[in-house]
C-alpha cells in the first residue's frame, strides 16, 4: 500500500505547487519512504526497546488522559477491555520475529519485564495507572456517575487487563527474552547493512553512512573535550577530567536527598527561563505545563526525563543516579523551550494531519540546541552546572561514535560504555541504561546531535548574512514556525527566510 502511495506522489509534477505544498510534499515524501522501509523490514516484529515499548507506553498513556465526560470514559473502558486482543496480536508478531532472529539483542533487554511484572502482580487495581483517569475525573461528573465507572473500571481491570498482562509476562519471560538474539550489531538481523541504514534515514533524515556518522562524532567529541578541559581547568582539574568526573559522579553535594528537593530544583530552572523568553522567542505556547513525577510502573528503566506539552515528567527513581548539575540541561531539553515548548506551538499550527508527527532529528535537535542555548541566556549557574551542560552535549556526540560503532563497525557493549563513562559526568546507572537503549533502538540516538548540527550550522549562516539584523527571537520563531520537519526542508525553510530578510 505504501509503495503504491510513494509511487503516485512521485508522479507529481512538483514544479506545479505552491511553496506550501511543495513542504507538505517533501514531509510526506520522507514519511511514506520511511513507512516503505519498515514494511520491507517488517518493523512490526520489533515493537520493544531497552528504553519503550507497547506495554510501557500505554501505562504512560493513561498517566496522562483526563476523562472530561461519561462518553470518554466509556470509550476508554472499550480500550481497556481490547487489551487482551493487541497484546496478542503484539505476542503474535514478536513470536514471529524473534523465530527470524529479529529483535533487540538478548543483553539490553534483562529486567525490561519487571514493568508488566507489576501490573500482572497487582494485588489492587485501583493503585494502577489504568484506573488513574477514572479518579481524576473532574466534579462536573455526577458523583454516582463516577462511582459507576470506578466499579466498571475495577471490573475490566480484574478481569481483562491483568490476565493479559499475566500472559504477556508468562511470553517474556519463557518465550521470548531467552530467544532474542546474542549480537548488539543491527548489521547482524535480518537486512543486515541495509536494515541499519534504513534507520538512520528514518530517525537523522539524512542518509549518511555509518562511517560518516562515526566520524563526525569523533570530530565534535573532540571540540567538546577541549571546552570540558577549560571549565576543568577552572574547578582545579588541569587535565584531569576523569578526576572531575568521578568527584562529580561521588560526591553527595551534587545530589538530592528528597524526591520534592529535585522537583523543586526543576521548577527553578523552568522559572529562571521565563524570565529570559521574551528576548529569546517572538511566539509563545499557550499551553502550559506541568512538573511532574514518572510513573512508578516505569520508573526504574525509564530515562530522567521526558517533556510533553502538558507536563515535564522527571524521574525521581534512584536518587543517586539524578545529577544535580545535570538538572537544569534537562530541564530545558524536555520543558521549555525544549519539548514542552516547542510542540505546544506545534499543536497551535495549522497543519494538515500527517505534519503532526513527531520527527525525531527535529524535535530532539531542537532540544539538545536548546541545552547550549541555556548558556547563552545564563541559565547554568554554576561551572558545575557548565560541565553538566559539556557533559550532555558530549553523551548526544558520544552517540554518533558508540551507535555505528556498536551497529555497523564492530564495537562491543563494554567499549561502548567506557567510551561514555570516559567522556562524561552523567551517572553510572545512565551509562548502562543509555548504551542498552542505543543497542535495542538502531539509529534512533543519532537524531539528536544530527539535528542540533543543522540547527547551529543554519544560525550561523543566518548570523554570517544578516550581520547586525540578525534577530535571535525571528530565527527561532522561523526554526520552530513549521512544526516537525525532516531536516532538509527545515534547511530550505530557513535559507528563505534568511534571503527575506536580506532583502
Known sequence: MWEKTLGELDALRTADLSADEKVDFDVYHQQLSTLVEAQRNRMWERPATADSAFWRSMAFDAYRLVLEDAESA???LRMLANIPRYFDQQIENMRAGVARGFGPARVCMS?????????????????????????????????????????????????????????????????????????????DQPGGLEFYRSQIREYSTTDLSPQQIFDIG????????EEMDDVAAELGYPGDLPGLFEFMRTSPQFYATTKRQLLAEAAYTCKAFDRVVHQYFGRLPQQRFAIM??????????????GAPDRFLLNTYNLPARPLYSLPSLTLHESAPGHSFQISLAEELELKDFRRLYISAFGEGWGLYTERLGDEMGMYETPFERMGMLSFQMWR???????????????????????????????????????????????????????????????????????EDFLIRDFHDTVLGMGSVPLTVLQAHVRAYILAAAD
Open 293 to 306: 513525577e514518572t510513573p512508578a510502573e516505569i520508573a526504574k528503566f525509564d530515562t530522567f526525563g521526558r
Open 218 to 225: 569523533q570530530v565534535e567529541v573532540k571540540k567538546i573535550r
Open 111 to 187: 529486567g525490561r519485564e519487571e514493568p508488566v511484572r507489576v501490573i500482572a502482580e497487582a494485588e489492587d487495581v485501583t493503585e494502577l495507572s489504568f484506573f488513574g483517569p477514572f479518579s481524576r475525573m473532574p466534579a462536573v461528573v455526577p458523583e454516582h456517575v463516577r462511582t459507576e465507572f470506578h466499579e466498571a473500571a475495577a471490573r475490566v481491570l480484574s478481569a481483562e487487563v491483568v490476565p493479559a498482562y499475566r500472559k504477556l509476562l508468562e511470553f517474556l519471560t519463557t518465550e521470548y527474552l531467552p530467544n532474542l538474539p546474542e549480537s548488539i550489531a543491527a548489521v
Open 397 to 467: 556526540a558520544v552517540r554518533l561514535v558508540v551507535d555505528p560503532g556498536m551497529h555497523a563497525l564492530g564495537w562491543s557493549r563494554e567499549q561502548a560504555q567506557d567510551f561514555l563513562r570516559s567522556n562524561t559526568a552523567i551517572a553510572e546507572h545512565e551509562i548502562v541504561t543509555e548504551i542498552d537503549r542505543y543497542i535495542s533502538w538502531p539509529g534512533q540516538a543519532t537524531a539528536y546531535y544530527l539535528g542540533q548540527l543543522t540547527i547551529q550550522q543554519l544560525r550561523q549562516e543566518a548570523e554570517d548574512t544578516l550581520g
Open 74 to 76: 466509556r470509550a476508554y
